[in-house]
Nanobody, 121 residues
Framework: QVQLVESGGGLVQAGGSLRLSCAASGSAFTLGAMGWYRQAPGMTRELVAG???????NYADSVKGRFTISRDNAKNTVYLQMNNLKPEDTDVYSCKVSFLTRAGTLALDLWGQGTQVTVSS
């Protein structure tokens, strides 16, 4: 059974740092795009940072220069290093991973369970 396990959320003061991890297990598929999203109550989910299997990376404008996404394909894990956190970064963060067949077609998209990040002022 394919699953994603997230870790690393928590409570931090403004200006602090957190590192989120999202590990995929139980998959015979190839990892495709991996990304982090966040969603506040009553708001739409937004892409925070994403990385493709080819190494392309993109960030939301609000986190550029503060957040860094990286992936370790050997460990089937994607990370989000969050520095200089601000109260407006408070949200539930979820990872999303696309799994590919050997032919390179999309097999399935999977979401992590979400982890709460709270930044106090």
């Amino acid at each position: 059974q394919v699953q994603l396990v997230e870790s690393g959320g928590g409570l931090v003061q403004a200006g602090g740092s957190l590192r989120l991890s999202c590990a995929a297990s139980g998959s015979a598929f190839t990892l495709g795009a991996m990304g982090w999203y966040r969603q506040a109550p009553g708001m739409t989910r937004e892409l925070v940072a994403g990385t493709t299997s080819g190494g392309n990376i993109n960030y939301a404008d609000s986190v550029k220069g503060r957040f860094t996404i990286s992936r370790d394909n050997a460990k089937n894990t994607v990370y989000l290093q969050m520095n200089n956190l601000k109260p407006e970064d408070t949200d539930v963060y979820s990872c999303k991973v696309s799994f590919l067949t050997r032919a390179g077609t999309l097999a399935l998209d999977l979401w992590g369970q979400g982890t709460q990040v709270t930044v106090s002022s």
